[in-house]
């Protein structure tokens, strides 16, 4: 295998978070279901601004969030994602490159303009999501360099990639580079209601061996096999995935490899696997409790 | 008098404030001093922004600030200051309406970008801004808006005002119809650079009643009167200026009005003095201990 120059590089939507507190009642009023991300339209975003109280801007993005944490960590991190040549998508490139990211995508010049996701934090803490995918959309199969990819230990991506039209043809491209190099491909399930937009998708890709790593909490679990009980969704899992992460909130995480596929001693095993109590928010290695020991 | 529609008033440099931790290395290398405000043009800002850390945008502004404070108090509350029609503008506009100020300055469609403040902060919680004052230089006369101005009980001015070149004419149309329509106006001092930059004109303005309340720290004091003695100081600005509150961090806020203008019963006269311990940040009316009767 070549020498990566990359410990993991990150394929996900480029956002950036616009935040506010608000209420229960607002929620309510803009018919939001609390705790979930939805995907919202260029009127639709205008609209909640203008409703919105004063907000707070930061660079966000689910992948692109967790390869910053893995560059505070100390992994030489690398990241794809389409932002417009905008003010919001130099700010989304500052940021991700001052953590520290490799961050070489070229900007939209024309299109939509840098995704935002509006993000409303009610006094309990919870919060609620709302994704105008703008630019993001615009991640096409030509935005995927070869080199970054083939020199990547672990390629990265979020389920929310399913979303944008091209990204999906995008991300095959890159896991097929990242396969022929001998790179392993993780994929995170994002949020329940991605899983039940996408399901047989996912599976399909898992399945298939597109995957080799599921990164899953227990709500997206029970989503890709559509049961209430975590057990059953367990079994069916380890009987698809190659190796699948499972955050449970205060309960820690579950980490398995297939068995069928015995390769606790091949390439990409090199894992050290450990449970703590996590805070159940977030999906950085640190937060899930694994940390790769190539890292 | 005729009604008013505000309780209060500010014209100031509309800014969004780029917040980033650093440490006192960084501050050495970009020959900063720490916890004081310089001006920077667009190539120091393209420079400092590549240098700087992963940051957090958040709408600021000197007297933009005071005014969302005010408002959040329940005070009637206005402002008036540019931006461009560009995504920072926005973000600016939307942030001052959503705090409930009324904000109807309408955006420059050309020229330089939405001003930026980039703010420093040090793990010893000093703050170090470097401001590009971008579309901030064009706020003109023509932006003032006469039955606004004249429908503000009080208006409130930013010492920085007078960086942006045309800024001050603009203040001092401002000023004029304010005094014609019987209204008060009120400058902060902003900070001491800012007053040995402009000290000739502030006194001159104090001093002809143009201002009719002064806000000032303790080395904002000094720097007006160029002493280091604050009875000296005190004494100084007793003589020039009508009314006065001078923030002193531990030590509370100190307020008179000149005996010799005996304005305590006339009109503008209103407010409830009192003493008390401040955080010494800030010049919001509640941390200066000041706060109008009739607001």
Chains 1, 2 share one sequence.
């Not at 069916?236 to 995935?241: G, I, N, S, Y």
């Amino acid at each position: 295998m070549a020498a990566t120059r990359f410990d993991v590089l990150g394929i996900g939507n480029a956002i950036v978070d616009v935040i506010a507190r608000t209420d229960d009642a607002f929620l309510a009023k803009q018919k939001m279901r609390k705790g979930t991300m939805r995907l919202i339209d260029e009127a639709q975003a205008a609209g909640l601004y203008d409703a919105m109280g004063p907000a707070v801007e930061v660079s966000g993005g689910s992948a692109a969030n967790t390869i910053v944490g893995a560059a505070s960590l100390g992994a030489r991190a690398a990241f794809i994602g389409k932002v417009k040549d905008d003010e919001l998508g130099r700010v989304f490139a500052h940021d991700i490159r001052a953590a520290g990211v490799a961050f070489a995508t070229p900007p939209a010049s024309a299109g939509p303009s840098t995704a935002r996701c509006y993000v409303l934090v009610t006094p309990d803490g919870e919060r609620t999501m709302n994704t105008y995918l703008g630019a993001a959309q615009d991640l096409h199969p030509n935005d995927i360099d070869p080199d970054a990819i083939a020199a990547a230990q672990i390629i990265y991506l979020e389920g929310y990639l399913w979303d944008p039209p091209h990204a999906k043809e995008a991300f095959l491209k890159a896991a097929k580079i990242a396969h022929d190099a001998d790179r392993d491909v993780a994929l995170t399930l994002s949020d329940a209601f991605c899983v039940d937009r996408y399901r047989a998708e996912f599976l399909d890709l898992i399945r298939a061996g597109t995957i080799d790593l599921v990164f899953a909490n227990e709500r997206e679990l029970h989503s890709l096999y559509e049961t209430a009980d975590f057990d059953t969704a367990l079994d069916a899992l380890r009987k698809d995935a190659r190796l699948a992460v499972i955050t449970r909130s205060e309960r820690g995480c579950l980490i398995f490899e297939s068995c069928e596929n015995a390769l606790a001693s091949g390439p990409g095993s090199g894992l050290t696997v450990a449970r703590r109590q996590t805070s159940g928010v977030g999906k950085t290695p640190r937060r899930s409790g694994i940390r790769a020991s190539r890292l």
